[in-house]
């Protein structure tokens, strides 16, 4: 498996009271917004399987990008964000690049 140079991680706390709604609209239409931007290859979501010590839930969003400027098109800053969710969720977005590939030994 080729790991990307470059990826947007996307680490967010969310209302419980909302999760399966924000799922929904995640999933459905937030993911194909983002990754339809040029230099978003692909997205993995993982869920906390229980709430932080404030019970809310934590999201994160690993998108992988084929380039480093690729969070910087007009078409990512007009398809980021939260979309009716901006109220019930704190996020913290970051581009990583990549340090160093380690495999474990056997």
């Not at 692909?42 to 906390?48: F, I």
């Amino acid at each position: 498996m080729s790991l990307p140079e470059h990826v947007m991680v996307v680490d967010i706390d969310l209302d419980p009271a909302v999760a399966e709604d924000w799922n929904r609209w995640y999933d459905e239409v937030h993911l194909e917004e983002i990754t339809a931007c040029p230099g978003f290859e692909r997205a993995t979501r993982y869920v906390s399987p229980e709430p932080d010590e404030n019970g809310r839930l934590r999201h994160l969003t690993i998108y992988e990008l084929s380039q480093p400027d690729a969070m910087d098109s007009p078409e990512f800053a007009a398809a980021r964000g939260l979309g009716p969710f901006a109220e019930h969720a704190t996020p913290r977005v970051r581009r990583y690049e990549r340090h160093l590939d380690y495999e474990a030994p056997r």
